[in-house]
Every structure is written in C-alpha cells, then in structure tokens.
C-alpha cells in the first residue's frame, strides 16, 4: 500500500534521524545522529516524488542518482542501492554524515519548499553502512588487469576517490599518506561527532581488499623522493591539501593561550584514536572559557570539541552575520544546541593579556556593500570595541594552499594564491603542467568539501587512464 502512494510526502513528513540526548552529546565524542531503522528508511526514500529532472542530482557534484537509489530503498533493494550509490560516490558513507545537504542535494529537493525535502543525505549513509553489516563488499571479479600503476599521494577523499576508479579499471593504485591512517582530513580534522573513525578504518579495509595498497606514515619528499615515485609509477596523482594556517595578523596572536584549529582538533582525535605521541600534545579546554574566531566547519568542530572537553564557556565570534556564514547551518544549529553562545558580526582587533591571553578585543560590523563576488563585507562600527574574556582562544579563519618544495623541481605550476593549475577541461582531466603528474580536491580547488574532492579525484582517474590510453 505504501509502496502505491504517490502522496506519500503529504502522509509522511521529513523526518531526521534522532539525534543523542543533548547531556550525552556534551560530553561523548560519538555521532550524535542514530541510523535509520529500516522501516523509517523505507518511508523517508519513498517521499522522494522522482521528478523527471532532479535538481538534487545537479546540484550534488558527483552526480548521485538520488531518485533511483532512493526508490530502491524503498522497495528494500539495499544491495542494488548500495551498488548504484557506489558508481557516482567513492565514499558515500562519509557524505551522507559531512555534506552541507542544505546547500547542495536536500536544498534542490522540491519538497525543500514547504514539505520539507527528502532526507537525501541520511538515506546515503543508511545505504552503505547497512550494505556493509549484511556483508556486502564492491564486486571486483570482473575487473580486467592491466601492467598500469599509479602512485596516489595523500589519502584524503580526493586521493581515494582516485584509487578507488584507478582500481576498478584494472589500474594498481599505490597511495602515500605520512599519517599512520587514511581519511586525511576525514581522520585528522574532522571530529567524532560528525564521522567517527571506525568508518574510515573499514574503509581502509574495503579498499585494501579491493587491491589497494597504503603506504602510510610516508611522505613524499622526506621519506620518498618524487623522483623516485615518476621513476617507478605510470602516473602520478597529488591529493595533498590545503595545510598553510592563515592568520588573523592582529596583536597578541602569538601569547600562550592562543591556539592553532587543526593542530587543535588533531590533539583530540590522537586522544581518542591513542595515537598520541607526548601527553603534552593533548591541548584540553576543560574548565576554560573559551573564545572561538571564525564561522565555518572548522569553527563549529572547534567549538563543540572545546563543549565536550568540559570548557567553562565557549563564544564564537564571526565578522558577518548568521546568514553570511559559511559553513553549514546543521553544524550551527548543533553548536547552539550544545550550549555554543554565538557572536555574530564581531571583528577581532586583538588578543590581549601580559603574559598569557586575557580576552579577544572586538569591535561590532555591519555589512556593507557587495563586492566583486556579491559578498558583502564587513565594516567596522567606530568606538564599539569590548573584550570578551577569555583563557583560550581558538582561531579557525581557515587554510591556504601549501605548495611542496619540490614543485619546482618536477615542474608544477601554482597559481598567484598557490593553487596547483589542473583543470577539468584540459585534454587530460586534471592534469598538472608535468605530463605524467595529475592533481584534484583542495589543493587544485583551495579549502573546500569532501565531496567537491571526491570528484575531483574521480575525475582526474578518467584523465590518467585517457592519458595511459586504457
Ligand atoms: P585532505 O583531506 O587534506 O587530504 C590530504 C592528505 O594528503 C592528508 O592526509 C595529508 O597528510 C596528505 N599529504 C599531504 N602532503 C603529503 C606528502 N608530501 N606526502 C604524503 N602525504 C601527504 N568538508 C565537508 O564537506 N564537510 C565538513 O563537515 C567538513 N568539515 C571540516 C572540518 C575541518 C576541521 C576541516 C579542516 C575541513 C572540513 N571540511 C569539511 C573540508 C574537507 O575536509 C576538505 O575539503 C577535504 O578533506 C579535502 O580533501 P583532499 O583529499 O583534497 O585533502
Ligand atoms: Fe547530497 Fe553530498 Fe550525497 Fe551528493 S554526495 S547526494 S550532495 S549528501
């Protein structure tokens, strides 16, 4: 019966996953969203109304085919879902938990007017973590080996993405990380309570099965040369990220109580994986107030990391306002719900304090004019300046690209901001100004998503096999 009805958006709303009582979440670095049960994944899928032209599948940037896996949930199909999410998604698992789906997918929905759209995201990572536990693995058996092998360098999305359509063509893919596990920022960046780490170590497993092989705690240019990897490989492909911390370039930035966001959040996830090296590597907020600078994911990982640590208090403070924000409005709303006080259009000056930090002058912004972009900027309200008191302050305005020192010597072009020049549109997708080296994700695009490096590494796999001629 429900399977006939096409009003089934009307009968059935939008309903999330449940979320972790709010106590437990301030406390647990653990995914505060449970799964679907079965039968609530059935009825979410079958509110999807399979317009003849899915907006969402556009607007997602791989291209999911969101309606016809959607209606295979819905009639039960988990393995054929999970078989078709995997031709267009390397790691779908991982998007359906860190995609922005407000701006990308579920916002293009056509119920996302009024009705509320479908639960794209969810329904993705449902998929894949269900396929998994009934024992379902991606079928290689008909794969036709080639001779053909390619170094991947970075085991970031964009990295793996690439091995892994390198690898179902018949293509040995050899990636290099110099962190002791795969995920790049999925491991060392982003938090627990978004993707905890035992689906990137799964994933490591499937990959691993499916004939790809990891060198980690490898880096390329210290314990390998390039030379040596264009030597010993028929391609090359870099997936290394976007690592050089920018600053805010106000004073006091450098006073003991100031912190880097990634080495930050890289502190907690060793904590928690027990990679830690020193004991004073671990940077702990407990019983701190702490000031947050920034408004994107790196900001709000920051802040509900600081929350379970056990901080006193944790203000975030961004230039613009609530709507300007970048980064996505789930993780706000979720930073609010665990007790974040937020700021909105407070400009740091300063980081004050004698011999250690005291608090963050700020002066209050408004927008002004649009620029080039059609951003507006924030413009600075005279004589508004206070301090927010502080014994810690976390500064996230993000990452610049992080050009190798060996770029030069293989002949690897940048752009003026330092970004590798590899397009999409060249003869060979995404190859670098050295033939035989390709290169995607945040190191080609600057800071962006997982799911933007996905492609990208996908796509950049197409053009070394064109260029291999497989
Ligand atoms: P990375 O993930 O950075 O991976 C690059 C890898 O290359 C790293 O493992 C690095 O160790 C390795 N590497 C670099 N140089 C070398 C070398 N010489 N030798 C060997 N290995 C090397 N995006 C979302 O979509 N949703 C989110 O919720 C989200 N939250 C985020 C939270 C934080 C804190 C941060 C920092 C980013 C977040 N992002 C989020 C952005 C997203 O993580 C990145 O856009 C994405 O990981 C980029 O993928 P990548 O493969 O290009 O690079
Ligand atoms: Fe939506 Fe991201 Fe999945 Fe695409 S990959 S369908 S944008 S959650």
């Not at 437990?24 to 049960?37: H, P």
């Not at 092989?213 to 010993?232: A, P, R």
Request: net charge negative; with cysteine.
């Amino acid at each position: 019966d429900r399977l006939n009805n096409n009003f089934q958006f009307v009968d059935v709303g939008r309903t999330d996953p449940d979320k972790k009582d709010i106590l437990a979440r301030k406390k647990q670095f653990v995914e505060i969203y449970d799964s679907y049960t079965p039968r609530e994944a059935a009825g979410q899928s079958h509110r999807c109304l399979a317009c003849g032209n899915p907006y969402c599948e556009w607007k997602c940037p791989v291209h999911n085919y969101i309606p016809n896996w959607l209606k295979l949930v819905a009639e039960g199909n988990i393995i054929e879902a999970a078989e078709l999410s995997h031709q267009t998604n390397s790691l779908p698992e991982v998007c359906g938990r860190v995609c922005p789906q407000d701006r990308l997918c579920e916002g293009a929905c056509t119920l996302n007017d009024g009705f509320g759209a479908v639960t794209i995201g969810a329904v993705e990572r449902y998929i894949t973590d269900t396929a998994f536990a009934m024992g379902w693995r991606p079928d290689l058996s008909k794969v036709v080996k080639t001779d053909k092998k390619v170094a991947v360098i970075g085991a970031g999305p964009a990295g793996l993405a690439c091995a892994d359509v390198l690898v179902r063509n018949g293509v040995k893919p050899v990636v290099f990380d110099r962190h002791p596990e795969i995920g790049g920022l999925l491991t060392f960046g982003i938090p627990e309570f978004k993707l905890e780490k035992d689906i990137i170590k799964k994933r490591r497993d499937v990959f691993t099965k499916m004939g790809m092989e990891f060198k980690l705690n490898t880096e390329v240019g210290k314990d390998i040369s390039i030379q040596q990897l264009l030597d010993d490989y028929d391609a090359i492909f870099m997936g290394m990220g976007t690592y050089t911390y920018m600053k805010g370039g106000f004073p006091g930035e450098e006073l003991p109580g100031v912190y880097e966001a990634l080495p930050y959040l890289i502190s907690n996830v060793n904590r928690c994986l027990g990679l830690e090296k020193a004991s004073d590597e671990f940077v702990d907020m407990r019983g701190k107030q702490v000031v947050v600078l920034g408004g994107g994911d790196t900001a709000m990982d920051c802040n509900r990391t600081a929350i379970r640590q056990g901080a006193r208090s944790v203000i975030c403070a961004y230039r613009r306002d609530e709507e300007n924000m970048p980064g996505s409005r789930r993780e706000v709303a979720n930073s609010k719900e665990e007790g974040v006080e937020f700021l909105f259009n407070r400009q740091p000056v300063a980081i004050v304090g004698d011999n250690k930090v005291k608090g963050v002058k700020v002066v209050t912004t408004r927008l002004g004019e649009p620029d080039e972009n059609g951003r507006r900027s924030p413009e600075p309200i005279p004589g508004s300046e206070e301090i927010l008191p502080a014994d810690a302050v976390l500064i996230a305005f993000g990452f610049r690209p992080s050009p190798a020192d060996w770029f030069e010597e293989v002949t690897i072009e940048t752009d003026s901001a330092g970004r590798v020049t590899a397009k999409e549109e060249s003869e060979f997708k995404f190859q670098t100004s050295n033939p035989k080296i390709f290169a995607g994700g945040d190191m080609v695009r600057g800071s962006d998503l997982v799911v933007t490096a996905i492609w990208e590494g996908r796509q950049a796999a197409e053009g070394i096999m064109d260029y291999l001629e497989i």
